[in-house]
């Protein structure tokens, strides 16, 4: 049976490729730039991964936090990492992100139990 | 079967009969406006569609492009010309919006086959 | 069979206590500030839940909506003044707040059933 | 020499009468909904005064807060019941409303240093 | 003297070649995307306008307005048509874009004061 | 003659102050907060300054942008950091930013020029 975390992969990577196969070279180019930005440069990747979870809870875009959450998750974020994140995000945004904060911690619990089963 | 943009469509007009059932005037009257504001006038009714849409990708409200991809759909509207519309939307609003012109995408599908079977 | 109520107060306790059990002290503290904020102050507990409720709604958090309609009608709330505060929401947050009224019309709607059922 | 008051209050006056003088309908019934919203009705007029400046300040509006701490400042609202509905917006909001909250604080110090020397 | 729209102009010209003079690519291309996003494509050049304008309003970004309200006017928008995509701002985004509107209509008279002396 | 970082905090700390000396506890218990949550703890202080200017940025709120901008640049941040974690927000955020992004850099240059001065 998927778990929350194959089942928001499958429909995300879908979804993407009907959009890449449009005409449209704008998407194109921001999907690109999306993969670029998070890529080493001056700053390690891991807080680059920590910036984009922060940014997309404020901005409380549950699909691109748990994009960030796995890509995290991957870069060997810690728990306490990813709590402390959030914790900013909920005082920075205000209570409307906690929310967003429930729905984070039941995906990153997904992530474990699925590394956990692998 | 009830496609998406059936079920979208009946969830709206029952719970609209609802709130315009209650005693609240603002409530009736900007419900009047949103009919107002989009009909023909200096601009014509496709290009407000496509304003609306933009305005309501931005803003990141789900239902609300549903509502206005099917106003913009019954306009004649192209399907490049949503996906340009979209794309000015993801670039001035950021990739926030990328989870939302996912499901947009999916939504207009719907209506593309809604079209073809009715 | 739980109804909408039921279910959201569930996974939203189940949560809580899972995001309070970690050692993140910043979380907890503003889980705090969120019940002494709404308690009677220079203003009556009522007004506090209706200014909560009107943030939640511009804001465009259905959870939040939820809480603060549950709490508000708990303080006797009449439907009228539910919808009076929904109503400036929606002016003052734009059309794009109509999509979280239905849904919180709806959530009144299982707390009221709820109520009777009792 | 005017007062910030009154320089917010000319400006307003004289872009609104701009804005009235043009044909466009849509705007002036926007103009209309907000007068009677905010009048009696099942709430007091102090109520939604209050209702409008939290949700001006989530929404982080300087013109909207300054515009309802005037209103609620002439329907008799007390500087801590101001303050309480400021912290519930700062709350719910979080910190990135604190500079809205400076600014407002010293409006609100002007509409008291007015009303002294008138 | 320089008017408002030449200091505008001034400033962000200054600035942004101050952004681009660094070493960040990211920014450099979200610079050039924001070029073809705006070119004639399937939409004509004018309606791809008042999209941009209609986004910036409803995100109640000052200088996008008037960035926007600037190549709108180029492209020959009238300010009949301006008005309705900024009455569309304001009933989509709520009475929270009217402050946004005062200054988006004080600038146009702004471009229509600095043509007719050029 | 004050520079513009002079200018921010010297507003800054006398606004805080007057609020500070209000009888309200939650906004007293916010701002203790704000200190606690961007302190050492399982995150480096120099990453949460980072994590709460990107917050900041996609907030698009130039306050914190501006005080985030300052404690990081006292922690060490580099102007290459701080324009990597601009152009992230930039792109989660879109657009709407680069006039933040704008100020953010004349800021920036304001900080650099009071250390070389100082």
Redesign the interface.
């Known amino acids: 049976m998927p778990n929350k975390v194959e089942e928001f992969n499958a429909?995300?990577q879908k979804?993407?490729e009907?959009?890449l196969s449009?005409?449209?070279?704008?998407?194109k180019?921001?999907f690109n730039?999306?993969t670029?930005?998070?890529s080493q440069?001056?700053?390690p990747e891991k807080?680059?991964e920590?910036?984009?979870l922060?940014?997309?809870a404020?901005?409380?875009?549950?699909?691109?936090i748990a994009y960030h959450l796995e890509t995290a998750y991957k870069n060997g974020v810690?728990?306490?990492?990813m709590?402390?994140?959030?914790?900013?995000?909920?005082?920075?945004?205000?209570?409307?992100?906690?929310?967003h904060?429930?729905r984070a911690?039941?995906f990153w619990e997904a992530l474990e139990a699925q590394n956990s089963t692998n």
């Open positions: 429909y995300r979804m993407n009907k959009l449009t005409d449209n070279k704008v998407i180019r921001i730039l999306d670029n930005a998070f440069g001056h700053l807080t680059k920590l910036l984009g922060v940014a997309s404020v901005l409380r875009c549950d699909d691109c810690s728990k306490e990492e709590m402390e994140t959030m914790s900013i995000a909920t005082l920075v945004g205000g209570t409307i992100v906690i929310p904060l429930r911690y039941e």
